[in-house]
């Protein structure tokens, strides 16, 4: 394998992953230097049916070298209030536990879930992006793909080299507001796009949040239209499916969105798959949206 291929900041697949693992020495070239660095792989599994689920299957196995992330613990900070059902984790408890992990600037990060990095392997790809991190990517596929594919897993805890806490915080320019959100109600349709089940966003159901329905003038794409066999469709194919629904919007200035902040980053990620850069997230997304009464719903 060509190593000059890192860094992986959007996608990697299970082979050239394991090429790496199995490699006693990785170089990591950027803008700046050469620098010897490390990967870190991380499990990211997670169930909103079982939020205790996750752990369990990390500890009864997981990529080799693999750190868990937990959802709730270390990609959000529940005692947050109306900013939905995943807030945003404070940026410097965040920057904490990407030291805890041992990564560092330059270290590759690879994220990966179950399955397709819906859950919630794309949420942590965006907040390792939104500190400033590049060389970050979900494995296309996840575990599944990895299996299939005859690659090994472990139920080892891995022995971590501490770092210090790393060294960027949030960038707040990242991340949509709802009160952007209300400012712009009223422009053409194809900035806001909602990555939920069709019926969800029609408000046909609502298993979760307090109101059914969608923003007004979001647009529909489910997160599960970006794959094919539980990996992320071609380039190509993807972009074709994604900038029809800009409207003429630049990437740069259109808005994801899904239930809680999850989902849309899986979306957001399609996006860049597809060459299609800047998009931001509505991290309160419709959980935090609908909180409140006074702001509008539609339906249909």
């Not at 109306?82 to 600037?105: E, K």
């Not at 690879?110 to 942590?124: E, N």
């Not at 299996?147 to 806490?165: D, F, K, R, Y």
Request: glycine share 10%; aromatic share 6%.
């Amino acid at each position: 394998m060509n190593l000059m291929n890192l860094p992986w900041t959007t996608l990697v697949d299970v082979d050239s992953l394991a090429a790496v693992l199995r490699s006693e020495t990785l170089r990591l070239v950027d803008v700046r230097a050469t620098a010897s660095t490390a990967v870190r792989v991380v499990d990211a599994r997670f169930s909103l049916a079982d939020a205790q689920s996750g752990a369990a299957q990390y500890a009864a196995g997981h990529l080799p070298g693999a750190v868990y992330a937990d959802l709730n613990r270390d990609l959000s900070d529940l005692q947050k209030k109306g900013h939905g059902r995943h807030p945003l984790p404070d940026s410097a408890a965040f920057a904490a536990t990407l030291g805890r992990w041992g990564i560092g600037p330059r270290t590759q990060v690879v994220v990966y879930d179950a399955g397709d990095g819906s859950m919630a392997a794309a949420r942590l790809w965006w907040l390792l992006r939104l500190v400033g991190h590049r060389p970050v990517a979900v494995l296309d596929g996840g575990l599944a793909v990895w299996q299939a594919a005859g690659h090994a897993v472990e139920s080892t805890v891995p022995a971590i080299t501490v770092l210090p806490a790393y060294p960027g915080r949030f960038d707040p320019a990242q991340v949509v507001t709802a009160d952007e959100v209300a400012a712009r109600l009223s422009q053409v349709p194809g900035w806001l796009l909602d990555a939920r089940a069709p019926e969800r966003y029609r408000g046909e159901v609502e298993p979760l949040d307090r109101v059914a329905g969608h923003v007004p003038g979001a647009v529909n794409r489910p997160f599960g239209d970006s794959l094919l066999d539980g990996r992320f469709r071609p380039a190509a194919e993807l972009r074709a499916g994604l900038e029809p629904l800009l409207a003429g919007h630049a990437p740069d200035k259109a808005v994801v969105m899904c239930g809680s902040g999850v989902t849309a980053c899986h979306l957001a990620l399609a996006f860049e798959v597809a060459g299609l850069q800047g998009v931001r997230v509505f991290s309160d997304s419709w959980s935090g949206w609908s909180s409140d009464p006074e702001r509008p719903v539609a339906t249909g």
